[in-house]
């Protein structure tokens, strides 16, 4: 390994937050599930140079756990999407604003 | 028996309440009659602690003592001392008679009313029964819950306002008390070495506060206390809930509730924290002089019969306040006497504040006038509870003011001094109030107001009696205080953990006095 | 080699996170998933997580992404709507950056001053057979609890995904 | 893997054993009318079964057993955030019955969500391994997407899907981020080789971020937001289920990691705990304030709960511990009786979940309303309701620990939430009930509502016992 | 119990027993029942007052001190407050003036009332007051003593306030009680003061102690005795609390002549008779109550010499020689203030049941102006009234002759030259102001025609003949027959030798002194009644002083002052008070309370359904607890 692990370590914080900024900035749905599985995906960039500094497995094991829960999320996700999207003909999240206060 | 009188007595009202709950709502007066017979057994059974008392006793009687939470340091722990018999009696009492009250006044949701009676009855008893902390905290909350469904739900137009008023009020004081208790506990198990919420076994011996620390516990208590009497600022919940509440419940909220305060002091502050009380007790001096002479104004210039009567509870509060604060024992007995006539005396105020607004409908004092033509016996009743009110001699309001002042005065002359000022006040405002309603031409829309009924007589007939029989007998009152008072004024030398019976010998009552004559010793040539 | 290949990941990873967040359409921004994705998974092969690696193109490219596209197209009509949403006025947006900007600049202070040398590894490590082991090894129960996170998923998507009968 | 492993974790088996039958009874099944019985469906007494037969495997003190390598550990927290858990299941289970069928939601699947959610929470509050907590987690919260969306007729059930979802799994990433940086930081995702570690910056950050998944699912401030728009919208009996279990799975992980975990760092993270305790307990009470619709009102006061629950987390040690565990119970129950009494009512085919739709419940439904009542002025904190020495618990820990704040600041918000609380319970009291709301009790709710308020009472009056075990298990921290 | 003790009780027991029957019952009972109960117990009090005095005559002058204790009434710490009677020469010498005094008006009151509905409660009252003043005159401790002390002020506003249906009497009622209690206020401190001083509050322990315990002129013993001295001049109306006084005529007119002039008002006199002992030890305080009386008693006399309502005339001449008692207890000649007390009780009573007569013949009129030439329809009344002029403005052999004398002789005697003139200024106005009553009622042309003008029926006529009786002979029967300065020699001890009498007094002076001032001071008295007929019957002097004749008719405008100083401002510093109490402190609590309120608005803004919202609280917390973590030390 000769690369830094710093190195990665960095990109995976920039691509955290560029997932974060597509949450907070993007209206679509599934444009901000897809920026939540960047942020996981950058996570497990975290997670996969953690386990090589340490020598452990560890942390690849919890990579793996990561991508089944993201599959599942996904699953769960888009199927409440696809429903929203049934009833409203949009998955703008700013239109679901009818709960508040 | 005399192992569980006391849970008896607590429990008492609340199997009434179970038994009223399964009344239909549509029999009212079953209801209504079997709480009232709930109500007089446990007067009966409180009258029965208060006879079998025994005075010259400083510590607990008709002890109780189990473990509740025993992985917590909370117990179960009751008994009756000087400081609290008369007022488990007047609890009793005054319960009863707010119950046969509101059978004039009170007619919409009777069942539910009579049964949050019974509830608010057993939180009061428990409040003033209970030695253990926590016990006495679960108490002293449980009163606030039925108050505030008993104002909020059968009180005047502003009820909600000022149900919720009380109770935030209220809670606000109960929850830093709350704060302070678990304070006390901790250090108690640091000092003790074993966890516990126990009163006696907290205040047996010096907790080893720094300054500081027991002030700020002290104040916990305090004022959660000052805003139950009310103490002066903290009063401002007073005229709405005593205005709101179906005057039937300002007569428990005024006669009992207020006195819940004013016992929380003696009973607690004074053992958890003697330095904080003796170094304080001069602001709280000034509180309860303030709280006579701005609760004196302030009643003077109500227009409204129960915010009258309201400040002039201030008022008289202040009075208690300042007999407590002046830390001496005329005026702590004084205090502790006033308690109870001043249950008997506000309790019958509202009372007949009552049967006038049940009569009329309405509460302000302009609405009423001449009305002693009309309604003679009424206007006698109310002018027999006003003189006692006013603390004239041969009333029971003399005898626990003049105790007050006289103690007051030997300590804190000017406070004394001023407090007196205050008895004018109370001649000015009362006297205004029974002016303006009873006195003057009859106002022709009251002509033919009904006098006093049989039931309003058989109700006010066990406080008038009061009224006269403290007035001109205090000493069954006064002894059974006396030798718990005596101890509390004693630093620390009062609660011996466990064994209250056995450790103290009694001081020969009347021996010592100085000056004293014997009890009935006919003539005496001097 | 290594920092080469680090470099064109690292530029194609941003590059595709930039699509994600940046992209009008969902389709694109699904492709920049995919590029990220891909881009993570050299990055993986690098480190020596080879299971991984191959996991991720798997599950993730082949699995999520896949299904990202088929609902982006089953949803046609989804576009974003043009103009600025209910949060997007220029204070909302500058504040958000702003957040956007301390957190990526606390990440990575917090991050970068971790040791860079790494602990020597077996070679076997991070193979399927090194991974395998483990998670039937010692964590079995997280495998295990794996696949009731599945079965959520399932259920869920039945649940969620099943045609509605008749309103009554 | 062992039978002991297995025999470890029974409650957990046992509960996805059920779930699956549920759902295989419930494919089998189709096509019989749901609506007539009122005796309760299958589905709903063969979960009940379930979570009877895991509560009894649960239910013995058994020391302290850990399983699967040390990764999952079942001892007295264990046992009675399992007990808790599983007693939210089955009063949830009781309560949604009548819902469900009315309402018509899939049966099969709410279960076994239901069931699986349980499973979540007790495994999150078992775990000594991030893994599992993260795990747990996901299992927690996944079926508490799906039952926030379930009622798909229902652009309101969908809109607090979607919303919980997306918040739940941004928050996830948050989480994940931190067990990534904890274990950067200690090489470990081990909770018992973490108690070790000296704290430094990055295992710091590692455990901020932690905090934020915990804090999501907990509903702390600032992580809050889902919860008022996802209890509005998501089905009542769903939410009666999820408040709970939330907190139990999000309390137990947040007692695994601080308390137990972390104890020689308190010095580090309590204040931070503090400070997000006494930021829910200000901004979830003051926000309950103006809340007429009940739900949402009770969202808020279930973000106030956290704060609380959070001062015993943030005082550690046995005494904080046992707090938070004692106050899970309470809450449990306390909360489940007050959304029970909600899911009597019912307007016009739908909820009756505002203010004025319990008006004069008193009149119509006593009973009801006397619960109603219990539970809410449990909720305030009064005696002799569990509510009050739940709360007497938690601030003897939180001075005992010298945390004069947070216990400060508990107690004021306390007087505030009486504010709210008691205007629901005087409004069930009062007025006139109105013609569009309908009382609709069944025996199996009625039951739910019997358990929770005898929990309530019996917290409240006898507390000796749950006292004990509380003490019993959390003296693990000393 | 010896006869002595049983007698002591029964006098007050047996008023307060009637009060008690007559409160619960007397209402259904039918006519003037009430009113012969009520003097019926009256009467056996006056029996049981003349029988104890008699025993007490019948024992050794040493003995006549007698401690009745009935029970331990308050005990707390070292306070103890037996319910103690004390009979002695001074207790019973006014118990049976009391009595009698009170007899002789309850039967009056039969006549006087008859035409009142309201006579049971009128009797109930009355009886209830003669309890309380028996009491107070019975009383062996200072706390047994308030009991009658507030029980006499009870009964005063109730009887003022007896006709409640008239606003006025009804305010009268309430400001005698409040102005009374004012007064009580140092009473009171008084009271406390004692207990700190003397650890009891037993008039003999007092007596006995008070030299040993206070020293001479010492601060203490001044504040004891002014703070006393305070009550007694809220009670016996005295400058500057006298003011109720007068408004207090709108009671009933037998009221008046029992409680506002014969008795409740001397109780002030009394007390400090009673605790004369305390008030030796304090010399300037005495000088107080000499200066307080004597400029009460002119100011009074000359407030009367304007006032045109007739009871009012008796109101101000009532404090005016209240004031004359008060100058003679602060010269120390406490048996010349008793003396005056008793024979002023006679024909006080005298003058306001002849002027109650008057008004039951008119209907109730009190204005003098709507009166005059009244002695041709009363010539009975008017023969009474003016015994009673002659006795109060002090002629020979009356009544008021001697006691006025024996006053003047001791002030002169005491080397209160200016108090002596004071007082003899006074006299001279009393005859002039008593006259010129006398004359615009009874003299002169009738004002205006008044129907069915009748002499008053034989229950208030014999009374009042009764009265005539006594206040022409008890000067002469004090003074010479059983002198009553050595009678109360035991109580009064060597003050009251010293005190013995102006004959006495004259013994130290040269004859030709005292016999000096004797003239002097007859003339004076006899100028001013000369003077008043003069001015008012025969309009000889026509001289007007409109100035004098405006302060004077406004009592030099006191009441005025107090209304501006003291009452106004009372009043707006309640108004004041409530305004503080809802606009300040109430308000600060509804503040925090809106506050919570507005904060939870506030919070319900922000939580505006926008998912993304929510998204970045959740990122915005996350940064906070970094920080917190990156920052931390």
Redesign the interface.
Known sequence: MTVPAPYYLALSAVLFTAGTAGVLLRRSALIVFMSVELMLNAVNLSLITFARLHGSVDGQVLVFFVLVVAAAEVVVGLAIIVDVFRSRETVDVDDADALRG | MNGVLLSVLIALPIAGAGAVAFISPRRPAAARAVGLAAAVIAFLVAAWIWAAFRPGRPGLQFEEHAAWVPAAGIGYHLGVDGLSVSLIALVALLVPVAMAAAADQVHDRTKGFVLTLLLLEAGLLGTFLAQDLVLFYVFWEAMLIPMYFLIALWGGPARRAAAIKFLLYTMTGSMLMLLAIVAVYLQGARVIGTPTFDLPALAARPLGWTPAVEALLFGGFAVAFGIKMPVWPLHTWLPDAYAEAPPVVTVLLAGLMAKAGAYGLLRFCLPLFPDAVRAWGPLFAVLAVVGILYGGAVAWAQGDLRRLLAYGSLSHMGFILLGIFALDIQSVQGSVLQMVNHGISTGALFVLAGILIGRTGQGRTDAYGGLAAATPALAAVTLIVVTSSLALPGTNGFVGEFLILLGAFQTHPVHAALATVGVVLAAAYLLAFVGRIFHGPLRPDLRGLPDLRPREYAVLAPLLALIFWVGWVPGPLLDRSEATVRALLKPRAVFVAGAPHASMTPPPAGVERKGGAPVKQAVTRP | ???VL?GIT?VC??AG??G??L?RR?VH??L??LL??LS?AV??L????Q??AA??VI??AG??VV??VF??M??S?????LGP????GPVA?R???A??V???A???????????A????PAA??TIQ??GR??F??????FE??S???????????????R??P?? | MTWNDLAAAAPETILVVTACVVLLQDAWATGAAPEAERRGSAPAWLSLAGVCAAAIAAAPAAGEVAAFGGMYVRDGITRLADLIALGTAAVGVLLADAYVRRMRLPAGEYYALLLLSTTGAMLMAASRSLIVLFLGLEILSLPLYVLAAIARRSTRSQEAGLKYLLLGAFATAFFVYGVALVYGAAGTLDLRVLAGQPPSPLLGGGLALLTVGLGFEAALVPFHGWAPDVYEGAPLPAVAFMSVVAKVGAFGGLIRVFPQGLPHAAAAWAPMLQGLAIATMVLGNLAALPQTNLKRLLAYSGVAHAGYLLIGVAAGGPAGTGAVLFYLAVYAAMNLGAFGVLLLLDRRGAEADRLEDIAGLWGRAPWAAWTLAICFVSLAGFPPTGGFIAKLYLFRAALGAGQTTVALVGVLTSVVSVFYYMRVAYVAFSGEAPADVAVRPSPLAGAALTLATAGVLIYGIIPARLTAAVQQAAALLK | MSAVAVTAVLIPALPLAGWVVLGLWGGRWPGRAAGWVASATVAGSFVAAVALFESLAALPPDARTVQVDLYRWIAAGALAIPFRLLADPLSAAMARLVAGVGMLIHIYSIGYMARDAGGARYFAYMNLFMASMLLLVLAGNLAVMFIGWEGVGLCSYLLIAFWFERPAAARAGVKAFVVTRLGDVGFLLGIFAVFGTFGTLDFTAITREAAARLPLGGGLATAIALLLFLGAVGKSAQLPLYVWLPDAMDGPTPVSALIHAATMVTAGVFMIVRLHALYLRAPFALDVVAVTGAVTAVFAASAALVESDLKRVLAYSTISQLGYMFLAVGVAAWAAGIFHLMTHAFFKALLFLAAGAVMHALGGETDMRKMGGLARPLPKTAAAFGAGVLALAGIPPLAGFFSKEQILGEVFAAGHPWLWGIGLFTAGLTGFYITRAYVLTFAGPPARVHENVHEAPPVMWWPLAALVFLAVVMGVVLEHVVPLAPWLQPTLGAGALKSAGGAAAAAAEPGAVHAMLLVVSVAVAAGGIVLGWLVYARGAIRGQAPVLGTILAHRFYIEDLYDAAIVAPSRALAGWAAAVDRGVIDRAVLGVAGGLGWGGAALRRLQNGYLRQYAAFVLIGALIILAYWMLRP
């Open positions: 080699m290594d920092v680090f690292a990873a941003l996170g930039a994600v967040i992209s969902p921004s699904a920049g998933l990220v994705l993570l990055d993986y690098l480190l020596g997580a299971f991984i996991a991720q599950i993730y699995a999520i299904l990202f609902i982006i089953l949803l009509q989804a576009g974003e709507r949403g209910a949060f997007d947006v504040f958000v950056a957040l956007v301390l957190l990526a606390g990440l990575i202070a917090l991050v970068t001053r971790t040791p860079s790494p602990a020597p590894v490590f991070g090194d991974v483990s998670l090894g010692r964590y079995l129960l997280p609890a794996a009731l996170v599945l079965l959520v998923g399932m259920i869920g998507g039945v649940a969620l995904g099943r509605l009968g309103r009554t």
